[in-house]
């Protein structure tokens, strides 16, 4: 069965200070890895797709990697505004359900 | 903006009672999903409709229905809700298999009395 795993379960950093979560993920066949934002009392918004290991997506002070076992979403000089829970999903090959884990709440500090 | 809408945004319900929650999009997208988030838990998939094709999960309860009468909206009814069902219930849509990602509702957050 797919499995999806995040860590830390929480994270306070001070702003500037960089940082890294995880997604550990069991799938088989994958079509691809999603990185979502969620803030509270809010749905979750789409950040990027990896499809196959190696792959480096970049976005503001976010940067997502992706190897066969996990994938990272690296937090650069975070700011008070990145504030938020972050969500990683996998998806299978040949269906559309998306897995979700069950994220890692990052807090940054001013 | 293309959006998708999700009603009411908090709905309160007494125990067994039915209730519906509604979805609507303006993204003309083909694929809506259902999912229940419960606090600081991962969403959890309850269905999706696939154009008009209903797939359900196989461990969401009987309980738990759906309705997509047109390309535009989607319901959630929950015909006997127990106190174990209070979430938040979060409306998704995708193009085809949504490997650009899906496009979320704000969610409504059911509280069971």
């Known amino acids: 069965e797919d499995q999806v795993t995040q860590s830390p379960e929480a994270l306070r950093l001070q702003e500037g200070e960089s940082s890294s979560l995880n997604c550990s993920y069991t799938v088989s066949g994958l079509r691809g890895l999603f990185w979502y934002r969620q803030d509270p009392g809010k749905g979750p918004e789409f950040l990027f797709t990896?499809?196959?290991a190696g792959e480096e997506k970049e976005k503001e002070r976010l940067k997502a990697t992706l190897t066969k076992k996990e994938s990272f979403l690296h937090i650069t000089a975070p700011k008070p505004e990145d504030s938020a829970t972050y969500l990683c999903?996998?998806?299978?090959?040949?269906?559309?359900?998306?897995?979700f884990g069950a994220g890692t709440r990052l807090t940054v500090k001013p | 903006d293309a959006m998708v809408i999700q009603n009411p945004r908090y709905q309160v319900t007494q125990f067994g009672k039915p209730v519906t929650l509604s979805c609507s999009q303006t993204l003309n997208h083909n694929v809506m999903y259902w999912y229940q988030q419960k606090s600081s838990q991962a969403p959890k998939l309850l269905f999706h409709y696939y154009d008009k094709d209903f797939n359900n999960e196989a461990d969401t309860p009987d309980n738990f229905q759906s309705r997509r009468p047109n390309t535009s909206f989607c319901f959630l009814d929950i015909r006997s809700p127990g106190l174990g069902d209070a979430a938040m219930y979060l409306c998704a849509t995708s193009r085809d298999s949504g490997v650009g990602g899906y496009t979320f509702g704000s969610g409504t957050r059911l509280t069971v009395v």
């Open positions: 990896l499809y196959s």
């Open positions: 999903a996998v998806q299978r090959r040949n269906n559309n359900d998306m897995r």
